[in-house]
């Protein structure tokens, strides 16, 4: 699975409207509001490279009121959660 964090710059009152627009767009698996210079971060999951272009440069980039976006690559994922059921099922 391909993960991408995106960060979107929102026209002035517009967080909400496009936070909800990108929770429905295909391959957007979570949307935060945030704080600091970007105003929404979007989890992208894909399956393939290919589908992750499409989302972020089509159906990201069609919703109305996103001003700019920057998209970052993540590489490993680190969680609690994950080393909770690592160590788990060396245990049992």
Known sequence: ??????????????????????????????????????DIMAMVRVREYDDLASVVSERIAAVDGIEHTESHMAFRCYSKHDMEQMWAAHMG
């Open 1 to 38: 699975m391909i993960t991408a964090l995106v960060l979107i710059s929102c026209d002035v009152g517009a967080v909400h409207e496009v936070a909800e627009a990108l929770v429905n767009v295909e391959g957007v698996a979570e949307v935060y509001s945030i704080s600091g210079p970007h």
